[in-house]
Nanobody, 115 residues
Framework: QVQFVESGGDLVQPGGSLRLSCSTS????????MDWYRQAPGKQRELVAG???????IYVDAVKDRFTISRENAKGMLYLQMNSLKPEDTAVYYC?????????WGRGTQVTVSS
């Protein structure tokens, strides 16, 4: 059974940093691309960052140079280091992958950026 458990979300002041983690199980992590998505209140879920099996990365323009996605294949862990956080980064952040034609999501972790 594929499972994702996100953690690390918190309330942080603008300009602060957070590191999100996603613990995975039930599939071969090292052979799958992984993504972080986020969903802000009243908005559609959007891709934030992705990482391929070779470590290549992509980022949405809004987070480039502030966020870093990484993976630890031996532990089945996905990370998102978020620096210089802005109020517009406030959202629930989700771990995601696609296996075959099926998408898998975690339950998300809440990030709130506010003074």
């Amino acid at each position: 059974q594929v499972q994702f458990v996100e953690s690390g979300g918190d309330l942080v002041q603008p300009g602060g940093s957070l590191r999100l983690s996603c613990s995975t199980s039930g599939f071969t992590f090292s052979t799958n691309a992984m993504d972080w998505y986020r969903q802000a209140p009243g908005k559609q879920r959007e891709l934030v960052a992705g990482i391929g099996i070779g470590g290549n990365t992509i980022y949405v323009d809004a987070v480039k140079d502030r966020f870093t996605i990484s993976r630890e294949n031996a532990k089945g862990m996905l990370y998102l280091q978020m620096n210089s956080l802005k109020p517009e980064d406030t959202a629930v952040y989700y771990c995601h992958t696609t296996l075959g034609f099926q998408e898998f999501w975690g339950r998300g972790t809440q990030v709130t950026v506010s003074s």
